[in-house]
């Protein structure tokens, strides 16, 4: 299994802003995966981020508007910029971890960062 | 594109009734399979998984799932629910080799006493 952090657990902000979601995971781990959910919705796949290489983000989401860093194999952090009242929602960190059969990937998740944008 | 879809949105039960929630998916290679579940103000937790072998597959808390191939289904059951059961439901389906996981819509399970 996984344990992952994540800081801040909930912000109110100001549009136009940015804010930066830290997540921490208390293993070596190669996939981290960033994760949106909109208020009443489910979750939708943001990005992921691997590390060593660039961020790979699904359709919708663009690196200017949420930039993810991934310096190393514990830690990795997503930035909402120019934030706006359309992106309160919760961003999720998850970690995959392979199984013993090869393509068996798990998935684990933190609490979530609960973001409010006015 | 990969898809899942969760038939019901809110569920309303009394407590021992059974459980039945839908859960479809669109996508012709090999799959595996999840259900989670996110109780109120807590994390996605995993409730049970399926990768191959028996398409009957049991999970935490007493939850069951099937996997019917010919029918892209996972449906996730429970004979009798209690009130602790209240949460939201999500269905989760991974393309094998592609690590990323694809999500339902949930489905709100309610369970009064």
């Known amino acids: 299994s996984a344990v992952i952090s994540q800081k801040p657990s909930r912000d109110i902000c100001q549009r136009g802003t940015s804010l930066t979601i830290q997540c921490q995971v208390d293993s070596q781990v190669t996939m981290m995966f960033w994760y949106r959910q909109q208020p009443g919705q489910s979750l939708t796949l943001i990005a992921t981020?691997?590390?060593?290489?660039?961020?790979?983000?699904e359709s919708g989401f663009v690196i200017d508007k949420f930039p993810i860093s991934r310096p190393n194999l514990t830690f990795s952090t997503l930035t909402v910029s120019n934030m706006s009242p359309e992106d309160s929602s919760i961003y999720l960190c998850s970690v995959g971890k392979k199984g013993q059969v090869r393509g068996n990937t798990e998935a684990f998740f933190g609490q979530g960062t609960r973001l409010t944008v006015v | 594109a990969q898809s899942v879809s969760q038939h019901n949105h809110h569920v309303i039960l009394s407590e021992a009734a059974s459980l039945e929630l839908g859960c479809n998916y669109s996508y012709g290679g090999t799959v595996n399979l999840f259900w989670y579940v996110q109780y109120p103000g807590q994390h996605l937790q995993l409730l049970l998984k399926?990768?191959?072998?028996?398409?009957l597959v049991k999970g935490i808390k007493g939850f069951e799932a099937e996997f019917i191939k010919s029918k892209f289904s996972f449906n996730l059951r429970k004979p009798s629910v209690q009130w602790s059961d209240t949460a939201e439901y999500f269905c989760?389906?991974?393309?094998?080799?592609?690590?990323?996981?694809?999500f339902g819509t949930g489905t709100r399970l309610q369970v009064f006493p």
């Open positions: 981020a691997n590390q060593g290489s660039e961020a790979t983000y």
């Open positions: 989760a389906v991974n393309v094998r080799d592609t690590d990323k996981l694809i």
């Open positions: 399926y990768f191959s072998g028996d398409p």
